[in-house]
Protein backbone atom coordinates (compact mmCIF):
# COMPACT_ATOMS: atom_id res chain seq x y z
CA UNK A 1 0.00 0.00 0.00
CA UNK A 2 2.82 2.45 0.84
CA UNK A 3 4.51 2.18 -2.69
CA UNK A 4 0.89 3.32 -4.74
CA UNK A 5 0.60 6.16 -1.49
CA UNK A 6 4.08 7.36 -2.39
CA UNK A 7 3.08 6.76 -6.57
CA UNK A 8 0.43 9.50 -6.15
CA UNK A 9 1.87 11.53 -3.23
CA UNK A 10 4.99 12.46 -5.00
CA UNK A 11 3.85 13.76 -8.40
CA UNK A 12 1.53 15.71 -5.81
CA UNK A 13 4.15 16.87 -3.92
CA UNK A 14 6.21 17.86 -7.03
CA UNK A 15 2.94 19.64 -8.96
CA UNK A 16 2.57 22.03 -6.14
CA UNK A 17 5.90 22.95 -6.18
CA UNK A 18 5.87 23.65 -9.89
CA UNK A 19 5.65 27.32 -11.39
CA UNK A 20 5.92 26.94 -14.77
CA UNK A 21 9.55 28.96 -15.15
CA UNK A 22 11.34 26.02 -16.09
CA UNK A 23 10.76 23.18 -19.03
CA UNK A 24 9.15 20.38 -16.62
CA UNK A 25 11.61 18.02 -17.94
CA UNK A 26 14.34 20.08 -16.08
CA UNK A 27 12.10 20.74 -13.05
CA UNK A 28 11.93 17.22 -12.72
CA UNK A 29 15.73 16.34 -13.12
CA UNK A 30 16.31 18.70 -10.65
CA UNK A 31 14.03 17.52 -8.18
CA UNK A 32 15.00 13.76 -8.57
CA UNK A 33 18.44 14.91 -8.15
CA UNK A 34 18.06 15.81 -4.85
CA UNK A 35 15.72 13.44 -4.02
CA UNK A 36 18.12 9.68 -4.27
CA UNK A 37 15.41 7.44 -2.84
CA UNK A 38 13.82 6.82 -6.18
CA UNK A 39 15.14 4.29 -8.33
CA UNK A 40 14.66 4.32 -11.83
CA UNK A 41 11.16 2.55 -12.11
CA UNK A 42 9.80 4.81 -9.17
CA UNK A 43 11.41 8.27 -11.40
CA UNK A 44 9.63 6.75 -14.66
CA UNK A 45 6.38 5.69 -13.16
CA UNK A 46 6.25 9.04 -10.68
CA UNK A 47 7.36 11.05 -14.03
CA UNK A 48 4.43 9.75 -16.32
CA UNK A 49 1.69 10.62 -13.96
CA UNK A 50 2.83 14.31 -13.63
CA UNK A 51 2.75 14.35 -17.05
CA UNK A 52 -0.39 12.40 -17.48
CA UNK A 53 -1.71 15.09 -15.09
CA UNK A 54 -1.17 17.85 -17.50
CA UNK A 55 -2.48 16.15 -20.38
CA UNK A 56 -6.13 16.75 -19.67
CA UNK A 57 -5.05 20.66 -19.53
CA UNK A 58 -8.43 22.75 -17.65
CA UNK A 59 -11.12 20.05 -18.59
CA UNK A 60 -11.02 18.50 -14.87
CA UNK A 61 -9.88 21.65 -12.63
CA UNK A 62 -12.63 21.84 -10.46
CA UNK A 63 -11.61 18.11 -9.09
CA UNK A 64 -8.56 17.58 -6.65
CA UNK A 65 -5.37 16.79 -7.32
CA UNK A 66 -5.34 13.36 -7.25
CA UNK A 67 -8.58 12.27 -9.08
CA UNK A 68 -7.33 14.61 -11.87
CA UNK A 69 -3.81 12.85 -11.87
CA UNK A 70 -5.94 9.24 -11.76
CA UNK A 71 -7.94 10.69 -14.57
CA UNK A 72 -5.07 11.43 -16.76
CA UNK A 73 -3.38 7.84 -15.88
CA UNK A 74 -6.87 6.45 -16.90
CA UNK A 75 -7.34 8.02 -20.20
CA UNK A 76 -3.42 8.32 -21.35
CA UNK A 77 -2.58 4.80 -20.84
CA UNK A 78 -3.97 1.22 -22.72
CA UNK A 79 -2.96 -1.57 -20.47
CA UNK A 80 -4.52 -2.48 -16.92
CA UNK A 81 -2.20 -1.12 -14.55
CA UNK A 82 -1.33 -1.58 -10.51
CA UNK A 83 -2.84 1.92 -9.62
CA UNK A 84 -5.38 2.23 -11.12
CA UNK A 85 -6.51 -1.25 -9.51
CA UNK A 86 -5.47 0.01 -6.41
CA UNK A 87 -7.33 3.59 -6.34
CA UNK A 88 -9.61 3.23 -9.28
CA UNK A 89 -10.44 -0.77 -10.21
CA UNK A 90 -13.73 0.25 -12.31
CA UNK A 91 -11.38 2.24 -14.46
CA UNK A 92 -9.00 -0.68 -14.48
CA UNK A 93 -11.08 -2.59 -15.95
CA UNK A 94 -11.81 -0.42 -18.56
CA UNK A 95 -8.98 1.14 -19.50
CA UNK A 96 -8.09 -0.80 -22.98
CA UNK A 97 -11.53 0.51 -23.92
CA UNK A 98 -11.37 3.01 -26.70
CA UNK A 99 -10.39 6.79 -26.06
CA UNK A 100 -13.68 8.36 -27.37
CA UNK A 101 -15.46 5.64 -24.84
CA UNK A 102 -13.22 6.46 -21.88
CA UNK A 103 -13.83 10.29 -21.99
CA UNK A 104 -17.44 9.54 -21.67
CA UNK A 105 -16.42 7.64 -18.72
CA UNK A 106 -14.54 9.55 -17.07
CA UNK A 107 -16.78 13.03 -17.78
CA UNK A 108 -14.65 15.01 -19.59
CA UNK A 109 -15.37 17.84 -21.66
CA UNK A 110 -12.41 17.47 -24.07
CA UNK A 111 -12.56 20.76 -25.76
CA UNK A 112 -11.92 22.40 -22.34
CA UNK A 113 -8.33 20.91 -22.67
CA UNK A 114 -7.06 23.79 -24.62
CA UNK A 115 -7.90 27.01 -22.82
CA UNK A 116 -7.84 29.46 -25.93
CA UNK A 117 -9.99 27.94 -28.50
CA UNK A 118 -10.90 31.13 -29.40
CA UNK A 119 -7.43 31.81 -30.72
CA UNK A 120 -6.82 29.27 -33.01
CA UNK A 121 -6.11 28.96 -36.87
CA UNK A 122 -9.43 28.60 -39.27
CA UNK A 123 -8.47 25.27 -40.47
CA UNK A 124 -7.63 23.47 -36.94
CA UNK A 125 -10.26 21.27 -35.35
CA UNK A 126 -10.83 22.39 -31.92
CA UNK A 127 -12.02 19.05 -30.95
CA UNK A 128 -9.76 16.97 -32.47
CA UNK A 129 -6.72 19.15 -31.58
CA UNK A 130 -7.97 19.33 -28.17
CA UNK A 131 -8.10 14.97 -27.94
CA UNK A 132 -4.73 14.73 -29.26
CA UNK A 133 -3.00 16.00 -25.91
CA UNK A 134 -4.36 12.53 -24.27
CA UNK A 135 -2.28 10.42 -27.03
CA UNK A 136 1.81 10.53 -26.96
CA UNK A 137 3.01 11.97 -29.87
CA UNK A 138 5.84 9.69 -31.88
CA UNK A 139 9.52 10.53 -32.63
CA UNK A 140 10.25 10.98 -36.18
CA UNK A 141 13.61 10.99 -38.14
CA UNK A 142 14.25 12.11 -41.35
CA UNK A 143 16.88 10.07 -43.64
CA UNK A 144 19.21 12.30 -45.08
CA UNK A 145 20.27 11.73 -48.93
CA UNK A 146 21.30 8.10 -50.10
CA UNK A 147 21.31 6.95 -46.38
CA UNK A 148 17.90 4.84 -46.66
CA UNK A 149 19.71 1.48 -47.08
CA UNK A 150 22.52 1.40 -43.98
CA UNK A 151 19.93 3.23 -42.11
CA UNK A 152 17.30 0.70 -42.85
CA UNK A 153 20.10 -2.11 -41.92
CA UNK A 154 20.91 -0.84 -38.69
CA UNK A 155 17.25 -0.48 -37.60
CA UNK A 156 16.44 -4.14 -38.58
CA UNK A 157 19.40 -5.34 -36.92
CA UNK A 158 19.08 -3.92 -33.74
CA UNK A 159 15.44 -5.10 -33.89
CA UNK A 160 14.07 -1.26 -33.78
CA UNK A 161 10.44 -1.08 -34.32
CA UNK A 162 9.55 2.04 -37.39
CA UNK A 163 6.99 3.17 -39.37
CA UNK A 164 7.85 4.17 -42.86
CA UNK A 165 5.75 7.21 -43.37
CA UNK A 166 7.57 7.58 -47.33
CA UNK A 167 10.84 6.95 -48.30
CA UNK A 168 12.81 9.76 -46.23
CA UNK A 169 10.36 10.18 -43.23
CA UNK A 170 10.53 6.93 -40.33
CA UNK A 171 8.31 7.27 -37.34
CA UNK A 172 9.47 5.36 -33.96
CA UNK A 173 7.56 4.96 -30.36
CA UNK A 174 8.26 7.93 -28.32
CA UNK A 175 11.37 7.14 -25.82
CA UNK A 176 13.05 5.01 -28.91
CA UNK A 177 17.35 5.64 -28.46
CA UNK A 178 17.97 6.44 -31.94
CA UNK A 179 21.11 7.99 -31.04
CA UNK A 180 22.42 4.11 -29.83
CA UNK A 181 21.59 2.51 -33.02
CA UNK A 182 21.96 5.25 -35.88
CA UNK A 183 24.65 8.43 -36.73
CA UNK A 184 22.59 11.05 -35.52
CA UNK A 185 22.59 14.16 -38.12
CA UNK A 186 24.75 12.19 -40.69
CA UNK A 187 22.57 9.04 -41.40
CA UNK A 188 19.44 10.87 -39.73
CA UNK A 189 18.55 13.94 -38.18
CA UNK A 190 15.37 13.68 -35.79
CA UNK A 191 12.29 16.00 -36.94
CA UNK A 192 9.19 16.02 -37.01
CA UNK A 193 7.05 14.77 -39.53
CA UNK A 194 5.76 18.09 -40.22
CA UNK A 195 8.76 19.70 -39.86
CA UNK A 196 9.98 17.21 -42.64
CA UNK A 197 6.83 18.44 -45.03
CA UNK A 198 8.02 21.88 -44.97
CA UNK A 199 10.47 20.88 -47.29
CA UNK A 200 7.56 20.45 -50.02
CA UNK A 201 8.15 24.32 -49.46
CA UNK A 202 11.33 24.46 -50.04
CA UNK A 203 11.42 21.95 -53.57
CA UNK A 204 8.20 24.82 -54.86
CA UNK A 205 10.66 26.95 -55.65
CA UNK A 206 12.67 27.28 -58.88
CA UNK A 207 16.07 29.22 -58.30
CA UNK A 208 18.86 28.19 -60.65
CA UNK A 209 22.02 27.13 -58.26
CA UNK A 210 23.65 28.02 -56.22
CA UNK A 211 21.35 29.22 -54.03
CA UNK A 212 21.69 32.06 -51.16
CA UNK A 213 20.07 30.44 -47.92
CA UNK A 214 19.62 31.91 -44.92
CA UNK A 215 17.99 30.51 -42.31
CA UNK A 216 17.46 33.69 -39.63
CA UNK A 217 16.34 31.62 -37.06
CA UNK A 218 18.16 28.73 -37.34
CA UNK A 219 18.03 27.02 -33.30
CA UNK A 220 18.79 23.72 -33.51
CA UNK A 221 19.86 23.69 -37.36
CA UNK A 222 16.86 21.28 -38.55
CA UNK A 223 15.78 23.43 -40.93
CA UNK A 224 18.89 24.35 -42.44
CA UNK A 225 19.99 20.61 -42.87
CA UNK A 226 17.61 20.44 -44.59
CA UNK A 227 17.60 23.23 -47.14
CA UNK A 228 21.35 21.88 -47.49
CA UNK A 229 20.08 18.32 -48.20
CA UNK A 230 17.15 19.75 -50.51
CA UNK A 231 18.47 22.44 -52.52
CA UNK A 232 21.68 20.94 -52.77
CA UNK A 233 23.84 23.81 -54.49
CA UNK A 234 23.78 25.95 -51.70
CA UNK A 235 25.85 28.94 -49.69
CA UNK A 236 23.89 28.26 -46.02
CA UNK A 237 23.80 31.31 -43.97
CA UNK A 238 22.81 30.93 -40.61
CA UNK A 239 22.00 32.96 -37.34
CA UNK A 240 20.42 33.31 -34.22
CA UNK A 241 20.12 35.73 -30.53
CA UNK A 242 22.43 33.58 -28.85
CA UNK A 243 25.85 32.44 -28.89
CA UNK A 244 25.21 29.11 -27.37
CA UNK A 245 22.43 28.30 -29.66
CA UNK A 246 25.36 29.12 -32.40
CA UNK A 247 28.04 26.98 -30.86
CA UNK A 248 25.72 23.90 -30.47
CA UNK A 249 24.35 24.55 -34.47
CA UNK A 250 28.55 24.40 -34.86
CA UNK A 251 28.91 20.75 -33.70
CA UNK A 252 25.40 19.90 -35.32
CA UNK A 253 26.24 20.84 -38.91
CA UNK A 254 29.78 19.32 -38.57
CA UNK A 255 28.19 16.39 -37.41
CA UNK A 256 25.95 16.83 -40.40
CA UNK A 257 29.22 17.02 -42.56
CA UNK A 258 28.34 20.92 -43.57
CA UNK A 259 31.54 22.74 -43.43
CA UNK A 260 30.91 25.41 -45.72
CA UNK A 261 28.69 28.32 -44.39
CA UNK A 262 28.47 31.35 -42.12
CA UNK A 263 26.87 31.20 -39.06
CA UNK A 264 26.95 34.83 -36.77
CA UNK A 265 24.73 35.29 -33.53
CA UNK A 266 22.31 38.90 -33.68
CA UNK A 267 19.22 39.91 -32.72
CA UNK A 268 16.40 40.34 -35.79
CA UNK A 269 14.45 43.13 -33.82
CA UNK A 270 17.48 45.40 -34.25
CA UNK A 271 17.81 46.59 -37.39
CA UNK A 272 21.26 48.23 -37.55
CA UNK A 273 22.91 45.11 -35.94
CA UNK A 274 21.02 43.36 -38.69
CA UNK A 275 22.47 45.43 -41.25
CA UNK A 276 25.80 45.80 -39.62
CA UNK A 277 26.34 42.20 -39.81
CA UNK A 278 25.07 41.20 -43.32
CA UNK A 279 26.44 44.72 -44.74
CA UNK A 280 23.67 44.61 -47.38
CA UNK A 281 23.87 41.27 -48.66
CA UNK A 282 20.85 40.01 -50.17
CA UNK A 283 19.64 35.97 -50.34
CA UNK A 284 17.71 33.71 -52.69
CA UNK A 285 15.93 32.35 -50.02
CA UNK A 286 15.51 33.16 -46.14
CA UNK A 287 14.00 30.41 -43.78
CA UNK A 288 12.11 32.38 -40.64
CA UNK A 289 11.46 29.89 -38.29
CA UNK A 290 9.87 32.05 -35.93
CA UNK A 291 9.84 32.18 -32.14
CA UNK A 292 6.50 31.83 -31.32
CA UNK A 293 4.26 30.23 -28.60
CA UNK A 294 4.77 26.30 -29.77
CA UNK A 295 1.28 25.46 -29.05
CA UNK A 296 1.48 23.26 -31.82
CA UNK A 297 4.00 21.00 -29.77
CA UNK A 298 2.46 20.84 -26.59
CA UNK A 299 1.76 17.38 -27.05
CA UNK A 300 5.58 17.32 -26.35
CA UNK A 301 5.64 19.74 -23.40
CA UNK A 302 1.77 19.37 -21.87
CA UNK A 303 2.81 21.45 -19.57
CA UNK A 304 1.83 24.35 -21.56
CA UNK A 305 -1.73 24.40 -21.48
CA UNK A 306 -1.53 25.35 -17.57
CA UNK A 307 1.07 27.83 -17.89
CA UNK A 308 0.56 29.75 -21.22
CA UNK A 309 -0.94 33.35 -20.28
CA UNK A 310 -3.10 34.73 -23.00
CA UNK A 311 -0.93 38.09 -23.57
CA UNK A 312 1.89 35.84 -24.29
CA UNK A 313 0.49 35.22 -27.90
CA UNK A 314 0.57 38.71 -28.61
CA UNK A 315 3.65 39.36 -27.66
CA UNK A 316 4.65 36.75 -29.99
CA UNK A 317 2.65 37.96 -32.59
CA UNK A 318 4.56 41.39 -31.87
CA UNK A 319 7.70 39.61 -32.46
CA UNK A 320 7.65 37.77 -35.44
CA UNK A 321 6.48 40.79 -37.07
CA UNK A 322 9.26 42.87 -35.90
CA UNK A 323 11.10 39.93 -37.29
CA UNK A 324 9.71 40.07 -40.80
CA UNK A 325 10.07 43.81 -41.08
CA UNK A 326 13.85 43.40 -40.70
CA UNK A 327 14.81 40.21 -42.43
CA UNK A 328 12.64 40.67 -46.08
CA UNK A 329 14.26 43.17 -46.95
CA UNK A 330 17.42 41.48 -47.64
CA UNK A 331 15.49 39.22 -50.02
CA UNK A 332 16.59 39.11 -53.74
CA UNK A 333 14.36 39.94 -56.22
CA UNK A 334 12.31 36.53 -57.18
CA UNK A 335 13.70 35.45 -53.85
CA UNK A 336 11.45 33.18 -51.66
CA UNK A 337 10.84 34.04 -47.65
CA UNK A 338 9.27 31.18 -46.03
CA UNK A 339 7.56 31.76 -42.55
CA UNK A 340 6.73 28.73 -40.37
CA UNK A 341 5.60 28.53 -36.93
CA UNK A 342 4.88 25.69 -34.61
CA UNK A 343 2.01 27.52 -33.76
CA UNK A 344 -1.98 26.95 -33.73
CA UNK A 345 -2.86 30.49 -33.15
CA UNK A 346 -4.35 32.91 -35.52
CA UNK A 347 -2.28 35.63 -34.43
CA UNK A 348 0.50 34.38 -35.18
CA UNK A 349 0.07 32.63 -38.02
CA UNK A 350 -2.63 33.93 -40.80
CA UNK A 351 -2.77 37.42 -38.87
CA UNK A 352 1.20 37.56 -39.90
CA UNK A 353 0.43 36.53 -43.56
CA UNK A 354 -1.67 39.59 -43.59
CA UNK A 355 0.99 41.84 -42.44
CA UNK A 356 3.24 40.66 -44.55
CA UNK A 357 1.29 41.08 -47.43
CA UNK A 358 0.31 44.91 -46.23
CA UNK A 359 3.94 45.74 -45.88
CA UNK A 360 5.56 44.07 -48.81
CA UNK A 361 5.25 43.78 -52.88
CA UNK A 362 5.34 39.72 -52.11
CA UNK A 363 3.40 37.09 -54.14
CA UNK A 364 2.12 34.28 -51.81
CA UNK A 365 2.97 31.49 -53.64
CA UNK A 366 1.93 28.75 -50.86
CA UNK A 367 0.43 28.55 -47.79
CA UNK A 368 -0.54 25.32 -45.46
CA UNK A 369 -1.96 24.26 -41.82
CA UNK A 370 -0.01 20.89 -41.23
CA UNK A 371 -2.06 19.42 -39.38
CA UNK A 372 -0.29 16.95 -36.87
CA UNK A 373 -2.89 16.34 -34.27
CA UNK A 374 -4.25 13.71 -36.26
CA UNK A 375 -1.19 11.79 -36.59
CA UNK A 376 0.75 12.24 -33.26
CA UNK A 377 2.84 14.97 -35.27
CA UNK A 378 3.45 18.08 -34.29
CA UNK A 379 1.01 20.93 -36.23
CA UNK A 380 2.95 23.79 -37.72
CA UNK A 381 2.05 26.32 -40.32
CA UNK A 382 4.12 27.00 -43.12
CA UNK A 383 3.79 29.92 -45.82
CA UNK A 384 6.07 30.80 -48.93
CA UNK A 385 6.70 34.09 -50.67
CA UNK A 386 7.86 35.72 -53.51
CA UNK A 387 9.72 38.51 -54.31
CA UNK A 388 8.40 39.52 -57.62
Not at 22 to 32: D, E, G, R, V, W
Not at 315 to 334: A, E, H, M
Request: proline share 3%; aromatic share 12%.
Amino acid sequence: MSRFYSYINTPKTILSLYTGDIPFSAFLKNFFSKEKKYGSRDRRTISSLCYYYFRTGHAIEDRDLEERILTGLFLCTTTPNEILENKKPEWNEKVTLPLAEKISVAKIDVEKIFAFNDELSKDVNAKLFNTSFLIQPKLFARVRPGKQQVVKQKLEAAQTNFEEINNTCLAFANGTKLEAILDINKEVVIQDYNSQRVGELMTATNISAPVSVWDCCAASGGKAIMAYDILRDCKLTVSDVRQTIIQNLHKRLKDAGIKDYYAFVTDLTNHKNLQSALNNKKFDFIICDAPCSGSGTWSRTPEQLLFLKKEEITRYSDLQKSICVNTIPFLKKGGYFLYITCSVFKKENEDIIHFIQDKFSLTLVKMELLKGYEIQADTMFATLFQLT
